[in-house]
């Protein structure tokens, strides 16, 4: 993140009181970010978004008796403006697909590090999105397809030939900026983080796109 004015205002939404507490130290030694609150329930938080400006909710799956494909349908219906990142501690590839349907920007594992959390929260702050690689296929499958313009198919050629983004930039006369911002978009499209990923879902998955 590199806003260094304007906190990223975060709702934590977990049942285990030592979870959220953990999360909201870690994040409070993040300099552009802000725990604005932390609770347990779906009744709850709804209650908080109707007064709190918040840009990103980290939501727990399994909330005890409720669960957060739940969350994701009420928030929606109250017109929530933020993105939800999913965390869990392990979710079946269906409610995967579910959550994918619902729009969520990403679903990220409890057991991985406290760095990969702040790193998917940065992704996903920069209109990306986070799965992991067990949901990879999950969320290929379950987002619609989008159609990407001519210079993103030519870039993703010659990403599929080995080339660097300097060599690409070359071959297509335009600045290595201009191909980072092509490689961003078909990142964004495909649902992935880097480009062997994208390479993978082109041949597998978006093969229009080809």
Known sequence: M????TKYRILIIDDHALFRESVSRLLAAEADCEVVAHCASITEALQILETTATDLVLLDFDLGHEKGTEFVKRAQSSRLKGKILVVTAGISELEAAELIRQGVSGIFMKHSSAASLSQSIRHV???????????????FQAAPQ?????????VLEFILEGLTNKEIAARLDISESAVKASLQQLFHKSGVRTRSQLVRVALDRHRSWL
Do not use: M, P, S
Request: aromatic fraction near 10%; charged fraction near 30%; proline fraction near 0%.
């Open 146 to 154: 989008k159609k990407i313009t001519l210079r993103e198919r030519q």
């Open 125 to 139: 702050r920069d209109g990306n999105v986070w799965f992991e690689q067990r949901y990879l296929n999950t969320a």
């Open 2 to 5: 590199t806003n260094t004015t």
